[in-house]
Structure formats: structure tokens, C-alpha cells
């Protein structure tokens, strides 16, 4: 395969004959099985940086330089990217910082993961052997550690152990599904966006521990307050999208119809027929279902609906299976427990309470079960 480490730069002329020459000389001898290049993402740096690439071009013919104006990481990555895949033709890319703070022993392990069938390997320093720097000052360990259990618990993605590094490597599959969404990510959010829409698509991610050092030259990019502000806006803004305007938004919506269908059967049994209040909701509910599933398998679950009569079928059986548990056990168990404890008096607040212990079942049920989205990889 046709590897390219992209090196992200600006102002980085102190770093990046220093680690050209690690990469040419010390780490790319060691890789047999694939053709090593490397591209520079300048950012029209004033000290010399581009200068001092095309001076180390000369050297080695598998060196490149793609320039641009200064829009942030995520824009240069993007950029760089691009260049990659379509000019150099690479099936495999890297992000590597330029300062020497990502690890180039660890390249021939991200080529074992990707060879595994890995599509994004991410250098990982919060486990499993992987660390930051000792002499970091404590509150910016506690940011580090902070800002990725964060990320980590509010995605509830705990597989995935850094999530704001920029040690990475990816098929070029990635980029190409996800290059129009991360267009809108110009900065160091890029790489928690990034790896954000990677997960939801279904790519198959693994992790290379590594030591993490500080830079030696230069200064970091990283305004470290501004930063965190950011994630977190970041990653509680996606988060209540997709939670309120997403599939579970949608499940509420398409809930609602079928609470309003219920509810209505349900007042009408109980004030024209002798049954039992849980008994007259089970009638009730077989109706609602019936909706929910439609309209759930159309629109909430859209991505992952039945594409034949077959499988129409097959999941609305196992719908109305795993609907009636929670309609039999949880919605009218509670009716019926309010029924022997309280009588007839107060038919609706069981109802009400039931349907809420109902909701919680059903959401986990749909989206783990039924309309479960297998791997696209």
C-alpha cells in the first residue's frame, strides 16, 4: 500500500528537518512491505518552514509540500488529505504532529492494525501502556485526562480511550465517506468530530499505546482554555442533537402518536366494557404497536429498515413480540398494580406511570434489537 504521513506546520522549521530525517533514515528502512512517503501541510509559514522542505525534497524523491492559508488543523488535514489521495495516490494516511511529540517508532504498529483490518488507528495515551508527559504541571494532566473521560462518557463511547489526539492513520476510504462533514471543522475540534462520525459510520476502530512527549522546539498551537471551551460546546451541542433531534427525537414523536392511539382505545374499554383495566390496555396497545412499527421502520429507524415483505415481516413479529413484553409486564403490570391496590379510581395515573416505564424498555429495545444497524465495514 501507498503510505503518506501527513505533518501538519506552522512555524515548525526548528522540527521538521529533525523529524524528515528520523522518518527517512531511521523509521521508513524498517517498513518493507509498503511505498513510505511524506507530505507537508505548511500553512504558509513566515519563518522558512516550506524553504527548508523543498531543501529536504531534493534529498529524497518521497517527500511533498502542499501549501495553503492559515484556517486551522482541521482545515490543513483536510487539505492535506485531498492532496494526498488524489495527487500521490496513497490507500493509507497519517496524521503526525510535525514537533516531534508523536512517537515514529510506533509507525509500523499502526500499519500492523490497519493490515488487521483496522480503518482508523489512533495513538492512544490514556491506556494500556500509553501516557503523557511526567513533568506536564498538574492541573494540565488533570485537563488532559478531564477533557477525554468527558468526551469519552458524554458519546457513552468507552472503547475508544483518546479521543483529542492527533497521532492517527486511516484508509482512505475514511476520509473520502467522511471529507464533506469535516469540512465544517477548521480546528483542533477536527479530531474529536472526526473520529465522532467515523464511530456512528460504523468504521472499524483500534488503538497503538505510546508515549506522548513535550516539544523541545517551537511553540504549541494549543490555547488550552480557549480549547476546552470549545470541546465542550462541542460535544454537548452534538450530543443534544442527535439525542432530541435524532432517532431518539424522532422515537418521542412517533411514541406520541401511538400514545395518543392508545390512550383514546383505552378510555373508550374502560368506560364501555366490564375488563379489566390492564386487560382492556393490552387490547388497547395492539393497535398503537401496529403504528409505532410503521412509522418507526419508515422514519426513526429509516437507516436500518425492512427491505422486503420478508424482512417486513420478520421484524414487525419480533416487534410486536418484544412490544408486548413491555406491554404485558411493565405498562399494564403497573395498571394492574394500581388497579388491586387503589380500584378503578385513578385509571389514567397508571396508565401514565406505566407508559413512562414503557418508553425507557421500548427506546433500548428498538435501537438494540430490531432495528439494530449492523457494521458497514
Known amino acids: 500500500m501507498k503510505i503518506v504521513i501527513i505533518n501538519p506546520t506552522y512555524n515548525e522549521k526548528e522540527n521538521v528537518e529533525k523529524l524528515i530525517t528520523i522518518l527517512e533514515n531511521e523509521i521508513f528502512p524498517k517498513i518493507k512491505n509498503h511505498d513510505m512517503n511524506i507530505l507537508v501541510a505548511d500553512d504558509n509559514s513566515p519563518d522558512g518552514t516550506a524553504d527548508e522542505v523543498r531543501k529536504l525534497m531534493k534529498k529524497w524523491d518521497n517527500i511533498d509540500i502542499n501549501s495553503g492559508e492559515k484556517l486551522g488543523l482541521g482545515a490543513a488535514y483536510v487539505r492535506a488529505m485531498t492532496y494526498a489521495i488524489d495527487k500521490m495516490k496513497a490507500d493509507v494516511v497519517f496524521e503526525m504532529d510535525a514537533d516531534l511529540q508523536h512517537d515514529p517508532e510506533k509507525i509500523p504498529e499502526f500499519l500492523r492494525k490497519i493490515e488487521e483490518g483496522f480503518d482508523l488507528v489512533i495513538g492512544n495515551r ?18 488532559s485526562i478531564v477533557a477525554n473521560l468527558f468526551v469519552r462518557t458524554v458519546f457513552t463511547k468507552f472503547s475508544v480511550h483518546d479521543w483529542t489526539g492527533g497521532y492517527r492513520a486511516l484508509k482512505k476510504e475514511v476520509f473520502l465517506k467522511e471529507k464533506e462533514a469535516l469540512t465544517n471543522y477548521k480546528g483542533y475540534i477536527f479530531q474529536i468530530s472526526f473520529l465522532h462520525i467515523a464511530i456512528k459510520d460504523g468504521f472499524k476502530i483500534g488503538e497503538v499505546p505510546f508515549h506522548f512527549t513535550d516539544r523541545t522546539l517551537g511553540k504549541s498551537k494549543i490555547a488550552p482554555l480557549g480549547y476546552i471551551i470549545e470541546v ?33 382505545l383505552y378510555s373508550i374499554l374502560i368506560r364501555t366494557t366490564p375488563l379489566p383495566l390492564a386487560f382492556a390496555n393490552i387490547v388497547a396497545a395492539q393497535f398503537a404497536i401496529f403504528s409505532n412499527y410503521n412509522l418507526n421502520n419508515l422514519w426513526t429507524f429509516k437507516t436500518a429498515q425492512a427491505k422486503s415483505t420478508t424482512s417486513y415481516f420478520k421484524k414487525m413479529s419480533m416487534f410486536y413480540l418484544t412490544s408486548n413484553i413491555g406491554v404485558w409486564l411493565i405498562q399494564s403490570g403497573t395498571i394492574q398494580v394500581g388497579e388491586s391496590l387503589f380500584g378503578r379510581k385513578y385509571p389514567f395515573l397508571y396508565f401514565l406511570v406505566g407508559t413512562g416505564f414503557l418508553l425507557v424498555w421500548n427506546f433500548t429495545v428498538y435501537n438494540k434489537i430490531i432495528w439494530r444497524k449492523k457494521s458497514s465495514k
Not at 460546546?233 to 392511539?261: D, H, M, N, S
Open 126 to 143: 490514556y491506556s494500556d501502556g500509553g501516557s503523557i508527559p511526567k513533568n506536564w504541571p498538574f492541573m494540565r494532566k488533570v485537563f
Open 232 to 264: 465542550v460546546k462541542f460535544v454537548l451541542l452534538t450530543r443534544f442533537q442527535e439525542v432530541i433531534l435524532g432517532k431518539f427525537g424522532k422515537f418521542l414523536a412517533v411514541g406520541g402518536t401511538g400514545f395518543i392511539i392508545n390512550a383514546v
